[in-house]
Nanobody, 121 residues
């Protein structure tokens, strides 16, 4: 099983910054897409940002210009730099990775346990 471990969450004031990290491990695999999702209380989980192997990125409209997703393919790690944080960014942030196991060729779709981000005064 591909395991994802997130880190970097915490509590900050509005306008502050946080950097989330997510590392994938657990076997010999190729990760095609890594992404960050978030889920606020009472809301559905939503895509925040995603990045492909070749570096193509996409962002939710609500975070464009404030968040930056990046990826270190050699370390199977994805990052989310979050600047100018707003109270509405408060949520549990989940890392997601989709890819293929090299030996079995089976696909995987793995999720981390989530890391809490709280933005308040």
């Amino acid at each position: 099983q591909v395991q994802l471990v997130e880190s970097g969450g915490g509590s900050v004031q509005p306008g502050g910054s946080l950097r989330l990290s997510c590392a994938a491990s657990g076997g010999i695999f190729r990760v095609n897409v890594m992404a960050w999702y978030r889920q606020a209380p009472g809301k559905e989980r939503e895509l925040v940002a995603g990045v492909t192997e070749d570096g193509s990125t996409n962002y939710a409209d609500s975070v464009k210009g404030r968040f930056t997703i990046s990826r270190d393919n050699g370390k199977n790690t994805v990052y989310l730099q979050m600047n100018s944080l707003k109270p509405e960014d408060t949520a549990i942030y989940y890392c997601n990775a989709k890819g293929t196991y090299y030996i079995s060729t089976l696909r995987f779709d793995s999720w981390g346990q989530g890391t809490q981000v709280t933005v308040s005064s």
